[in-house]
């Protein structure tokens, strides 16, 4: 049977109780290899998704921000020459 010993914290009259730990005799069974390997696997994931922005560049930025100026302008021309041509007929 597993032993189970519970962490009791008395500050004030306030009394907390944290989770259960695990006895030294039970460090034995942990497989640190494994809890090792899992944590370089998340390690490897967070780093492949921080990829993507390492990608971008100001330049990537810059020409981003180029094109949506250019869009933007499109666009309001586009809407005073509809008005322009509404307000002549």
Request: net charge negative; hydrophobic share 40%; proline share 0%.
């Amino acid at each position: 049977m597993k032993e189970v010993k519970k962490l009791k914290l008395q500050i004030g009259e306030n009394e907390y109780i944290f989770g259960d730990f695990l006895l030294k005799s039970e460090l034995d069974e942990f497989d640190t290899q494994a809890y090792k390997q899992e944590l370089q696997t998340i390690a490897n994931e967070v780093t492949n998704k921080m990829a993507v922005f390492d990608g971008l560049s100001e330049l990537d930025l810059s020409e981003l921000k180029t094109q949506l100026k250019a869009e933007l302008k499109a666009e309001i021309l586009a809407e005073l020459k509809a008005e322009l041509k509404d307000a002549s007929a």
